[in-house]
């Protein structure tokens, strides 16, 4: 028997043809490099220093969270550092536009 292949090998598979690049050069001028991830966000971050016992007790940390969480600040990480832990916390960097704040004024006392 002779073996079949699903394939022909003697045809060659089609490629799209890709514009050279000038120069040799490669990347996002080809369109070959992807993008990834937010290359546009910058973070400003916050640190909080705590102690052991300040940690242990469940209210602080807590209570500590919920009040950056309102100003849009996130947990990124907790370090140790001896006797204290650092609670290192993150936003987005606002721009000026973003700091505006667009919509109608409350309506005034009169």
Do not use: C
Request: aromatic fraction near 6%; avoid cysteine; hydrophobic fraction near 35%.
């Amino acid at each position: 028997m002779d073996p079949r292949f699903e394939e022909d090998p003697d045809e060659e598979p089609e490629e799209p043809v890709q514009p050279a690049a000038p120069d040799g050069a490669r990347g996002t001028a080809t369109g070959v490099a992807p993008s990834v991830g937010y290359p546009s966000r910058e973070w400003e971050y916050s640190a909080q220093v705590l102690s052991v016992a300040q940690v242990a007790d469940g209210v602080t940390v807590v209570k500590i969270l919920d009040e950056a969480a309102a100003d849009g600040w996130e947990l990124a990480s907790v370090m140790d550092g001896g006797e204290k832990r650092v609670i290192l916390m993150r936003r987005l960097k606002r721009s000026a536009r973003e700091a505006r704040r667009v919509g109608f004024a409350p309506p005034p006392n009169h």
